[in-house]
């Protein structure tokens, strides 16, 4: 697709090397809501122009079939452009709106892994955000104590950070989910940087729940 004179200024002004995210945040400031440039500029196929797309789409106009072809597009990156991606359209746009969450909530068994981790992520989420009443935590707790070892990595990473959350601001499901942790020794040996909490459920509980009582 041929860009539009507006859009072919934008990208030009998107260099993959120097352009950084709070860049692209000032430029989406500056256009505020534009969906069908952020097409356009999603058309590129590139990382940051995609980025730039997320956040000047027009949330009204997302809808599953929308959001499906958004998911196959994204699927061709490569994998960590894939997290990054899927991640920023939920924190921009998927959040922002009752009727696109209550699909959200539909994508436990959905056949993309990317909108799996989107619903996973979206469970860790209510509950970091201090929302802990939810009904479904058991269900989620035997859903993750049976999937979680043969889940797509994407998802799996989401879904023991759901855990994380769970074991971290709910006493009551606190040993279960450090039970999961040492049962399946998913992330055990992970090596993170200084001062990064791991992932590997007894330490990221242990760590975070220390900071709650400090």
């Not at 995609?50 to 956040?55: K, S």
């Not at 929302?131 to 889940?151: A, Y």
């Not at 990595?153 to 759901?162: F, G, L, R, S």
């Not at 006493?171 to 999961?180: F, G, H, L, T, V």
Request: charged letters at 30%; hydrophobic letters at 35%; aromatic letters at 8%.
């Amino acid at each position: 697709m041929k860009l539009s004179l507006t859009a072919q200024k934008i990208y030009s002004g998107i260099d993959k090397e120097t352009t950084k995210l709070g860049d692209l945040r000032k430029i989406a400031k500056q256009i505020n809501k534009d969906h069908d440039l952020a097409m356009e500029l999603w058309t590129t196929a590139e990382f940051l122009p995609r980025q730039l797309a997320i956040l000047i789409m027009d949330k009204k106009r997302l809808n599953q079939e929308v959001i499906d072809q958004l998911d196959d597009d994204i699927q061709k990156h490569e994998l960590d452009e894939q997290n990054q991606l899927i991640d920023w359209l939920m924190a921009n746009q998927l959040m922002k709106d009752k009727r696109i969450i209550s699909l959200v909530e539909s994508w436990r068994n959905i056949n993309s892994k990317l909108q799996r981790r989107v619903f996973w992520y979206y469970q860790a989420r209510l509950r970091w955000m201090g929302k802990t009443n939810q009904t479904n935590t058991e269900e989620l707790l035997d859903l993750i104590e049976k999937n979680l070892i043969k889940e797509e990595p994407q998802v799996q990473w989401a879904m023991n950070y759901t855990a994380g959350q769970i074991g971290k601001w709910q006493e009551k499901y606190r040993d279960r989910c450090i039970s999961i942790g040492e049962e399946t020794g998913l992330y055990k040996d992970e090596i993170v940087a200084k001062n990064c909490v791991p992932s590997y459920l007894p330490e990221f509980i242990r760590i975070e729940v220390a900071k709650l009582n400090k």
